[in-house]
Structures are given as C-alpha cells and as structure tokens.
C-alpha cells in the first residue's frame, strides 16, 4: 500500500505538465493511465486490509465503514480542490488582465466570463489573446489541483510505509 499511492502522485505530477497545447493522446491519456494503475494498485490492498482487520461477524460493518470514509474523504477532496482551483482561476486570471495590453471591452469581458466559469459565457467572443489569457489561467488552476493531489497522495505513501504493518511481522516483534 506503499506503491500504489506513490504511482498515483507520480501520474498526478505527470498531469502538472499539460498546457493548452498539449495533445490528447500523446499527453493526457499516458498520464491518465499511470494515475489509473496506482489507484488500481492501492484500493484494492486498503479495502482487502480493511476486510481482513474485521472479525468475520463484523464484516458487514467494516464493508460500511470503508465505504463511508471513502465517500466522505471523497467530498472532501472535491470541496478542498475546488476551493484551490477557484481561487488560484481568480488570482491567475486578475495577474494576465494586468501583464497584457486587452482592450478595456475585452478586459471587462474577460472578467465577466472569468467571473463565471461554468459556462455563462462563451469564449469564442474573446480575442484570441484574451482566449489564451483564460486558457493558461484555467491551467494554472488545475496544476495547482494537481500538486496539492499529488502532495497528499505521497504522504499517503509515507504514512503507509511509516503506519502499516502486515500482522506477521507485529508478532515477531
């Protein structure tokens, strides 16, 4: 349960590489695929060590409680890495509004759709300067997401090397 989180940072970290160029193939599915096989490594072992820990009369109420604190670290994770995207969006894009030379029109509508970003307003009525000012923001804020996963999934690797150990070498000590 080491590797598994380890693998999973790896791919988070490989993810902080993309830009708004970057190629889907070439790119993002590799890395998508190096973040699939550590999570694949590890959810398996945490939830057959969560199993295995439980006395058989008491599975049911193990299968529970990992299935609770899955979700609840799973909403969590999403408000915490929302709250980092949102913010970093907001401060990434304010930064790029100052270092270019946007028309004011195009500097207010920039704003107005950056204010909202779930789609309110179409980007396609933004120069493309100031299209590129929202893309390399919006990347920014989900690098941003990457690290602070990726963070978080390498400590998990750590405090699984440092906490866990197999009930074999408990009694031996």
Excluded: C, H
């Amino acid at each position: 349960m080491t590797a598994g989180p380890l693998i999973t940072a790896l791919g988070l970290g490989l993810l902080t590489t993309l830009n708004p160029d970057s190629r889907i193939w070439l790119e993002l599915i590799p890395m998508i695929a190096v973040f699939g096989a550590g999570m694949g490594i590890t959810v398996a072992p945490l939830t057959n060590a969560v199993m295995t820990a439980a006395a058989e009369k008491r599975a049911g109420i193990a299968a529970a409680f990992n299935n609770m604190v899955s979700r609840v670290a799973g909403l969590i994770a999403v408000a915490l890495i929302g709250v980092v995207v949102s913010g970093t969006f907001t401060q990434a894009v304010q930064v790029r509004i100052r270092e270019s030379d946007l028309s004011s029109p195009m500097e207010s509508r920039l704003r107005e759709i950056s204010e909202n970003p779930t789609g309110s307003g179409r980007l396609d009525e933004l120069s493309p300067q100031a299209q590129r000012a929202y893309q390399e923001s919006f990347t920014a804020a989900f690098r941003s997401a990457m690290i602070l996963t990726a963070g978080l999934a390498a400590s998990g690797s750590v405090f699984s090397l440092a906490l866990i150990r197999n009930q074999g070498e408990e009694t031996s000590r």
